[in-house]
């Protein structure tokens, strides 16, 4: 396997050095293009040694008098032979181009030449990353297919807190590899073809008044994680999500319905659940709601009781009209995982439940990342922490299992 590694010029280039090294550590072939502005952060000799490989830093490396013409259709020649070319980190500049299909040096003119996929993990300023500009560009990239391994928020080089933080090595080297994994066993991997997956995601609002409610802090990351996998493995994706803060997977075979309340969820997917041949419910549904919504914004005052009713168990009544679905749930704990997990995947009439751990820091809410223990009547399969797209995967895989227990789709 080689990839192209591209590095544009921003405060982060240096941390691609890891990047590289990373990746020759699971036996991928670097083969590093650098822009003129990334090496005023980090020389190319450093990845030279590094990667054991020529860094390329120019279109038209001259050598001489005269331009070489090797170098000049060297981009095709490396265009063809990568599996992936991966950005690391990419500056709002570089989204830009790739976005107008720009290409004024090796790096932008690979892209255009290259039909391998492209992943980029974005780095710059926190307005910069705000900016209208940028984000329509990612949305055409995303929209393209482009991987984007998104940035984290915290201090910044510049002085400023917010997003646009390369997100930590893990995340970026867990999703080339992802990438590469999927190329060479494409077919293998489309196992969900005729399956359609119900998946739910996100939190629910419960309204208080006309401008507050109550609701919990799902970034519906896992759900939405879960729901891309499907669809890529060829399922038809049937998406019921909450008012989440992550960005909606943009694939062909996805239909997305949007809910606020539990209510709506509930609505929405027992309206679905005839279609699905499985369901997974990686959704943070609120168990309450507000008993008497009021019509009016309430005004300050002293000490305010609100009185709240429980929400019906969703997930309780899919397994009460289920036919011959396959039905996944979702366990959020923060003590006694196993015990409270196996209670539930019983008292639901699970066939799978998938144990999050909530109370840990750096998995779980609002991160890319996680670690879930997966119970069935058969076993159980620990998933130690690894990327959500990683966990939605192994999620997937416990369906061909446990569809082998069925006589026949729903
Ligand atoms: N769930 C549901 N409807 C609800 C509450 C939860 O469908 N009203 C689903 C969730 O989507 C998840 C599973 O049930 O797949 C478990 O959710 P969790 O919050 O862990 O458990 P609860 O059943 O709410 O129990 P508790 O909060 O007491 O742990």
């Not at 691609?16 to 293009?33: F, M, T």
């Not at 629910?204 to 919990?216: A, C, G, L, Q």
């Not at 019921?240 to 209510?263: C, F, H, Q």
């Not at 659940?273 to 499985?278: E, G, H, S």
Request: glycine residues 8%; hydrophobic residues 45%.
């Amino acid at each position: 396997m080689k990839i192209a590694l591209g590095v544009s010029g921003g405060i982060a280039a240096y941390k691609a050095a890891e990047i590289a090294r990373l990746l020759q550590d699971r036996g991928v072939r670097v083969q590093v293009v650098m822009t003129r502005s990334a090496q005023e952060f980090i020389r190319p000799l450093s990845f030279a040694a590094l990667t054991g490989e020529k860094v390329i830093t120019d279109l038209f490396s001259t050598g001489g008098e005269t331009p070489n013409l090797d170098s000049a259709v060297e981009h095709i020649s490396v265009a063809q032979s990568i599996h992936a070319l991966v950005v690391v980190p990419a500056t709002a500049d570089i989204l830009a181009k790739f976005a107008h299909g720009i290409c004024d040096d090796f790096l932008t003119t690979l892209h255009l030449a290259t039909t391998a996929p492209v992943i980029v993990a974005p780095a710059m300023n926190v307005n910069m990353w705000n900016h209208a500009a940028t984000q329509q560009n990612l949305q055409t990239l995303r929209a393209r297919g482009v991987h984007i391994v998104e940035p984290g928020s915290g201090y910044l080089a510049c002085g400023m807190i917010g997003a646009g933080r390369l997100a930590a090595n893990e995340a970026i080297v867990d999703a080339v590899m992802q990438v590469l994994e999927v190329k060479p066993g494409a077919a293998a991997e489309r196992d969900l073809v005729g399956e359609t997956i119900l998946v739910t995601a996100g939190p629910t609002r419960e309204k208080i008044d006309p401008v507050r409610y109550i609701s919990n802090r799902s970034s519906g990351k896992m759900g939405y994680a879960i729901a891309e996998a499907s669809a890529q493995r060829g399922a038809r994706v049937l998406l019921v999500t909450g008012p989440a803060t992550a960005k909606l997977p943009e694939l062909a075979n996805l239909e997305v319905t949007r809910v606020e309340s539990t209510d709506e969820m509930r609505s929405a997917v027992l309206g679905l659940l005839p279609q699905a041949t499985v369901v997974i419910k990686a959704a943070a549904v609120g168990d309450y709601h507000v008993k008497a919504i009021a019509e009016h914004k309430i005004k300050r005052g002293g000490p305010l009781t609100l009185e709240l009713e429980p929400n019906p168990d969703i997930l309780k009544e899919i397994a009460a009209r289920k036919h011959n679905q396959i039905v996944i749930g979702f366990a959020a704990e923060t003590q006694d995982l196993l015990a409270n997990g196996r209670k539930k995947l019983e008292s639901k009439s699970l066939d799978a439940i998938v144990i999050n751990d909530v109370s840990r820091d750096g998995i779980g809410f609002d991160s890319d990342r996680n670690a879930v223990t997966i119970l069935t009547r058969d076993g159980e399969t620990v998933v130690a922490e690894t990327s959500k797209c990683e966990v939605a995967h192994r999620i997937l895989d416990q369906i061909s299992p446990l569809r082998a227990h069925r006589p026949a789709r729903a």
